[in-house]
């Protein structure tokens, strides 16, 4: 069965921090997609990433960085030098092929403070 | 690229009353279509989807219902309100061309069930 784990339910860190989301996927796949969206209190989705499963090339978009490793089955997203505007939960997401379901992970709750 | 509109925006609605809400495409024809539901503090499920008219597959077992009467058009639907159908539904959209693997979201509906 496929599934996301996104183990921290809720980060704190100060402005100016590097912090790291953790996302772990489970799939029989060989081919699948990997997301990255946030939600801002609002509640509308907003698409961070996408990652085809055979471009394991980690990706940087400003101060946005991610990791992909197919061998532990993950896929992290990294914030440098966060900011209060990133305050937000952040949900991986996992496609099945054809259908393009998505499967997401429980999220996680990012609070930056001044 | 894909508009996605949601209405309403947030309802409140008594148990046992009925449900309609609507979304709709806008920039895309035959997209594979998606309702999700987000509980309060939980992640995303995906409730039903649909690949064309007509053509609609439920995921989960439960009090809601959905229909696909025009290409653009997707509605989710409820008789009865139960308490347990609070929550942020959001509707999706497949991409299209260069984000054909990627899904687009509406802005959601929030829906209180007392």
Do not use: M
Not at chain 1, 63 to 88: E, L, M, P
Not at chain 1, 97 to 103: A, H, M, R, V
């Amino acid at each position: 069965a496929q599934k996301v784990t996104q183990a921290q339910t809720e980060i704190s860190v100060v402005e100016k921090e590097d912090v790291t989301l953790d996302c772990v996927y489970e799939t029989r796949d060989t081919t699948y997609y990997l997301f990255w969206y946030k939600q801002p209190p609002s509640g509308e989705l907003v698409f961070l990433i996408r990652r085809n499963s055979f471009d394991e090339q980690n990706e940087i978009s400003g101060r946005y960085s991610w990791n992909f490793q197919k061998s532990t089955s993950s896929f992290n997203f990294t914030i440098t030098a966060s900011q209060v505007v990133d305050s937000a939960v952040y949900f991986c997401a996992l496609s099945e092929p054809y259908t393009d379901k998505l499967i997401f992970g429980t999220g996680t709750r990012l609070q930056v403070f001044p | 690229s894909q508009t996605i509109h949601q209405w309403p925006a947030t309802l409140v609605q008594p148990v046992g009353s009925p449900l309609s809400l609507e979304c709709t495409v806008e920039g895309t024809s035959n997209p594979n279509l998606y309702w999700y539901r987000q509980a309060a503090g939980r992640g995303l499920q995906l409730l039903f989807y649909s690949v064309g008219i007509g053509q609609i597959s439920s995921e989960v077992p439960q009090n809601l219902s959905a229909s696909r009467p025009q290409d653009r058009q997707f509605i989710l639907s409820s008789k009865k309100l139960l308490l347990s159908d609070s929550g942020f539904y959001l509707c999706a959209c497949r991409g299209a061309g260069v984000f054909y693997n990627e899904q687009f979201f509406g802005p959601g509906t929030r829906l209180t069930v007392l």
